[in-house]
Every structure is written in C-alpha cells, then in structure tokens.
C-alpha cells in the first residue's frame, strides 16, 4: 500500500521561502518518479516538478525554474520542494505524487498515487 504524507506548509510573505517536505511508503524514493503539483482555488492541478534517478535530472515547469529546488532524502524514503523567492501566485495546495516506475510526467493523470497535500499561502 502507498502512502504519501506532505508537510511543510503554511504562510509566508512575497519573498519568502518554505520547505515542503513529501514521506513515501510502498514506493522507492530513490528509483521511482516522485512529482510535485499544486492546485490554486478554481484552477486546475499544475505539475511542478518531479525527480527519478533512474530516469532525468530534476526538471521544473517555467514558472518556478531558478526558485524552486526538488531533491531526494534517500535514507527518510522523502523528497523535498525547497521554495524560494515565492510569488502570490504560488499560493494553492502542493501535493506529493508519486509512479512505481522510474518513467516521469507532467499530467496529473500519470500518477496513481498522491498525498492529501498541503496549503501554501504567499501574501503581499
């Protein structure tokens, strides 16, 4: 059984920085494609990032490439978002997705296996 348990999230100022932090069970975080995406209120789910050793480097969607850092915690089984630079328009749910195979994606219909996510609010 997989589980995704998303932490790290809260209330921060433009400017700012948060962690995001992802802890998988029933997957590998070190072989298999964990992704992030975010849903602000009436919009659709967006792919952030995602990461697989077994597949590309770290790759980013244009709207946070430069500010955003995803990265693997081999030994916590986790991966983490490290958000820099946050705009208001980063403010939504993030939430931890994650395949049993090293392939990645950016549809949020890849995935079989998500977190229950966790709200970031970026203020002016």
């Known amino acids: 059984q997989v589980q995704l348990v998303e932490s790290g999230g809260g209330s921060v100022e433009v400017g700012g920085s948060l962690r995001l932090s992802c802890v998988a069970s029933g997957v590998t975080v070190s072989t298999d494609c964990m992704s992030w995406f975010r849903q602000a209120p009436g919009k659709e789910r967006e792919w952030v990032a995602y990461?697989?050793?077994?597949?590309?480097?770290?790759y980013y969607s244009k709207s946070v490439q430069g500010r955003f850092t995803i990265s693997q915690d081999i030994p916590k089984n986790s991966v983490t978002l490290q958000m820099n630079s946050l705009k208001p328009e980063d403010t939504g749910m993030y939430y931890c997705?994650?395949?049993?195979?090293?392939?990645?994606?950016?549809?949020?219909?890849?995935?079989?296996?998500w977190g229950q996510g966790t709200q970031v609010t970026v203020s002016s």
């Open positions: 990461v697989s050793s077994g597949y590309s480097a770290p």
């Open positions: 997705a994650a395949h049993s195979r090293a392939g990645c994606g950016r549809q949020s219909s890849y995935y079989p296996y």
